[in-house]
């Protein structure tokens, strides 16, 4: 049984007609008489009583349309929705990023993917780089905005580089500053009491590789914050502590970036390496990537992937 045989059988009903429903159909009248006639064969009964002049619905027939109906609407439905998902008049997109990137790119980003694709419905999970990777293993997300580098034991990503952001030092406005100078250095942390971010953060493993790395390891006087908690605990006076300069320039803390090359990190756009993101998300992929909505984040903070850091 083929749709093109349920909608030729529907016209048919509804014109008690061969050749008016051929028209309709726009189709040639024995072409629709032969495929009535292959559904019945099918179906093992007539459809129609054909007399001269004079075509009826047989039992069969009237038990059919119904269900022939309900078949071809939602054989329509099916059309439409698809059509409406693939013009990007509906659709999902589930977006992971870092607390840092949610309130300062993805707003932004949102926003502009709003208004070109109201109908997209747009879910966002917030979370250190590790979690979000996870997300993308297990397919709870599409895509995610993640920091380099990804977990060498992860599940098998596709990313791109998206941008550089530069890392700053912020501490309480109303304590000493961290250094004289205007500028610090890493090892300039060395005995500076440290608020760190919990475990599964990118940052926080950036922070304690630059560390280390100088030769020391850093005064942790509260760890196991989130970005809001971290912000909190540095403007209670409890430590300093290692941020990306979109956070820092939204906190009101006291800000006092690396003396030059400096800290920075690396934000990428990842996905399942196995399966294709949605239309949706391949679309918030492309605005990423070329359509400039990082422009107005990214200016005067850090580069765009490709430019000298």
Request: hydrophobic share 40%; net charge neutral.
């Given at each position: 049984?083929?749709?093109?045989?349920?909608?030729?059988?529907?016209?048919?009903?509804?014109?008690?007609?061969?050749?008016?429903?051929?028209?309709?159909?726009?189709?040639?009248?024995?072409?629709?008489?032969?495929?009535?006639?292959?559904?019945?064969?099918?179906?093992?009964?007539?459809?129609?009583?054909?007399?001269?002049?004079?075509?009826?619905?047989?039992?069969?027939?009237?038990?059919?349309?119904?269900?022939?109906?309900?078949?071809?609407?939602?054989?329509?439905?099916?059309?439409?929705?698809?059509?409406?998902?693939?013009?990007?008049?509906?659709?999902?997109?589930?977006?992971?990023?870092?607390?840092?990137?949610?309130?300062?790119?993805?707003?932004?980003?949102?926003?502009?993917?709003?208004?070109?694709?109201?109908?997209?419905?747009?879910?966002?999970?917030?979370?250190?780089?590790?979690?979000?990777?996870?997300?993308?293993?297990?397919?709870?997300?599409?895509?995610?905005?993640?920091?380099?580098?990804?977990?060498?034991?992860?599940?098998?990503?596709?990313?791109?580089?998206?941008?550089?952001?530069?890392?700053?030092?912020?501490?309480?406005?109303?304590?000493?500053?961290?250094?004289?100078?205007?500028?610090?250095?890493?090892?300039?942390?060395?005995?500076?009491?440290?608020?760190?971010?919990?475990?599964?953060?990118?940052?926080?493993?950036?922070?304690?590789?630059?560390c280390r790395s100088a030769g020391f390891e850093?005064?942790?006087?509260?760890?196991?914050?989130?970005?809001?908690?971290?912000?909190?605990?540095?403007?209670?006076?409890?430590?300093?502590?290692?941020?990306?300069?979109?956070?820092?320039?939204?906190s009101g803390l006291r800000i006092t970036p690396?003396?030059?090359?400096?800290?920075?990190?690396?934000?990428?756009?990842?996905?399942r390496g196995d399966v294709s993101p949605p239309?949706?998300?391949?679309?918030?992929?492309?605005?990423?990537?070329?359509?400039?909505?990082?422009?107005?984040?990214?200016?005067?903070?850090?580069?765009?992937?490709?430019?000298?850091?």
């Amino acid at each position: 049984m083929q749709l093109h045989q349920l909608r030729y059988f529907a016209a048919v009903a509804d014109t008690r007609h061969f050749t008016r429903a051929a028209e309709r159909e726009h189709v040639a009248q024995p072409s629709l008489s032969q495929q009535i006639r292959a559904l019945e064969r099918e179906l093992g009964t007539e459809l129609f009583h054909r007399a001269r002049g004079h075509v009826a619905l047989t039992d069969a027939g009237e038990a059919l349309l119904p269900l022939a109906r309900r078949i071809l609407a939602d054989a329509d439905t099916a059309r439409r929705e698809v059509q409406e998902v693939a013009r990007l008049r509906r659709g999902r997109v589930r977006l992971g990023a870092t607390p840092s990137l949610c309130v300062g790119l993805v707003p932004r980003l949102l926003r502009t993917f709003h208004d070109r694709y109201p109908g997209v419905e747009l879910h966002i999970t917030e979370g250190g780089s590790q979690d979000l990777v996870r997300g993308l293993g297990v397919g709870e997300l599409d895509l995610a905005l993640v920091i380099d580098p990804l977990p060498a034991r992860g599940p098998a990503l596709t990313s791109r580089e998206l941008l550089r952001e530069d890392l700053v030092v912020v501490s309480a406005p109303s304590g000493p500053p961290p250094v004289a100078t205007g500028r610090i250095t890493v090892p300039d942390l060395r005995g500076l009491p440290m608020v760190m971010f919990r475990h599964g953060y990118g940052l926080r493993e950036l922070t304690l590789g630059a560390c280390r790395s100088a030769g020391f390891e850093p005064r942790l006087a509260v760890e196991g914050g989130e970005m809001d908690a971290v912000l909190a605990l540095v403007g209670a006076g409890l430590g300093v502590a290692v941020v990306p300069r979109m956070a820092a320039d939204r906190s009101g803390l006291r800000i006092t970036p690396f003396t030059a090359p400096g800290l920075h990190r690396t934000v990428s756009v990842a996905h399942r390496g196995d399966v294709s993101p949605p239309r949706a998300a391949r679309e918030l992929q492309r605005l990423l990537h070329e359509d400039g909505a990082l422009d107005g984040e990214a200016g005067g903070q850090g580069a765009r992937a490709g430019a000298v850091d």
